[in-house]
């Protein structure tokens, strides 16, 4: 899952094998959950899909704690953070799939076939 927030985007992701432990949400934040447990981040459609869930995402939670005064900079800024934290985590999750794909590899090529 990946939360975005005006200060940062934080993913919560539950892969087969290995549990992500969830960073602490500050108080202060807004965020907005997707859930990307079940998404094959190598697909780039599936990534651009996620990518425009980000963005809306982004959207939603920057129009909610900008305040209306400073509607044009720094809403932009705080979606472009938004999106930038998003996209390093989508990475990262992408990191930890081919890791786990790798590692479910070896374990099927030194498992005893019978």
């Known amino acids: 899952m990946i939360r975005t927030s005006f200060f940062a985007a ?6 087969p094998v290995a549990a992500v432990a969830a960073p602490a949400v500050a108080p202060d ?3 907005k959950a997707i859930d990307i447990s079940s998404v094959d981040l190598s697909n780039s459609a599936n990534w651009d899909r996620v990518s425009e869930q980000v963005a809306a995402a982004a959207a939603e939670v920057c ?7 400073d509607r044009y900079f720094d809403i932009e800024t705080c979606e ?7 996209h390093d ?3 990262a999750a992408l990191a930890r799939q081919e890791t786990m794909a790798k590692a479910r590899f070896a374990a099927a090529a030194h498992a005893p076939r019978g």
């Open 89 to 91: 985590q989508m990475h």
């Open 29 to 31: 934040t807004v965020s």
């Open 63 to 69: 129009e909610r704690v900008v305040p209306a005064g």
């Open 10 to 15: 934080m993913l919560f992701a539950a892969f």
């Open 80 to 86: 472009k953070q938004a999106r930038q934290d998003a």
